[in-house]
């Protein structure tokens, strides 16, 4: 089994990154890896509730963010900082995820077999 | 040391594709061994076998065909990125019924699973083109 780290860094919608991501993720899972999901900068958008993307003709990725659980992937972070900066706060959030600092993500990368950025 | 790339951004778009191509001769170079390349996203546009670049620029769809066949590498496209964009082996052109192939035979259309397989059999996966 490998440690895998997974950094959403992209917002929700303009690209399809955050669902390319998040198959990565979901595949892994299926795979029985050890996953972290980090969401930092842009990405902590994701994690936001009740978006409705229709009139954009795209799918809501983060309205499968909750199936995560039933992956098994219960390592969820969010970076403080990405978050303050843009005036959230962790309870507004879709899905449980801690709450981490620059120095505690360096430590998951390190501790991490590959990383992916997206 | 066993190495895996994935590479995302179409060729001649961004940086990446190339940058990738020219660190995989190298590490083959110096005597890595690729377990896989994986085109995912953009990326399967590097597998185009119908693109026809400019005589003055580099035909980067040549470029990796030729170091897949040369090197003998497993190249994989995302099926889900590749069917998206148009990017059809003979097989999935028949079955989705389109009128042409514009896979490079060099590579083979599978899933995200091949690119956890490769997590799982490298000592690095590195990243191009995010």
Known sequence: ?118 | MIISLVIHGAPGATQGPQTALSFCQAALDAGHQIYRLFFYEDGVHNAHALSVWPQDERDLNNDWASLVRRNNLDAVVCVASALKRGVLNEEEAARYEKQAASLDSAFDISGLGQWVDACLNSDRVVSFGV
């Not at chain 1, 994701?46 to 795209?58: E, F, G, I, M």
């Not at chain 1, 390592?75 to 995820?97: C, E, F, H, M, N």
């Open chain 1, 1 to 118: 089994m490998k440690t895998l780290t997974f950094l959403a860094r992209s917002g929700p919608h303009g690209s399809s990154k955050p669902k390319a991501l998040l198959d990565m993720v979901l595949s892994a899972a299926v795979f029985e890896q050890k996953i972290n999901y980090i969401f930092i900068d842009d990405g902590v958008y994701q994690l936001l509730p009740d978006q409705d993307p229709s009139r954009l003709a795209a799918k809501n990725v983060s309205a499968a963010l909750p199936a995560l659980e039933l992956y098994g992937v219960d390592k969820v972070y969010v970076d403080t900082d990405s978050l303050q900066k843009r005036g959230l706060a962790a309870r507004q959030l879709l899905i449980p995820a801690q709450t981490c600092h620059a120095d505690e993500i360096k430590t998951l990368i390190a501790d991490s077999d590959m990383v992916f950025s997206l």
